[in-house]
């Protein structure tokens, strides 16, 4: 991956977290953290990875994927590239996974 895309992810974490948190008014959308975002290389299309505490994830995921039409068109204002991709909500299950193996560690340790 370049160094011009992996700027473009990191501000796209950046400034995706800072719109949902200042600007967008669904309350479902806004318990969420901006955790990845993946450009391709294209420009055309950008994963946005997220985490919730809320327990209802697809009640937030259909709040911020009816919000990315909202959150793309300020993100237009406050990243200055030539096309701005389009940009879906995925789930980031990663945190759960990692706290599954540490669960598992933990309890393979205590058996010995």
Do not use: Q, W
Not at 70 to 78: A, G, H, P, Q, V
Not at 88 to 106: C, L, M, N, T
């Amino acid at each position: 991956m370049s160094v011009k895309i992996d700027r473009l992810n990191n501000a796209f974490v950046e400034k995706i977290s800072e719109i949902i948190h200042d600007e967008v008014k669904d309350k479902d959308a806004k318990m969420v953290t901006i955790t990845d975002a993946r450009v391709t290389n294209d420009l055309s299309y950008a994963k946005i990875y997220f985490t919730t505490m809320n327990n209802d994830r697809k009640k937030v995921l259909d709040a911020l994927n009816k919000a990315s039409g909202f959150i793309r068109s300020k993100l237009c204002e406050k990243i200055d590239i030539r096309k701005m991709p389009e940009i879906s909500f995925v789930y980031d299950e990663s945190i759960e996974y990692g706290k599954k193996i540490e669960d598992i560690i933990e309890r393979i340790n205590n058996h010995e």
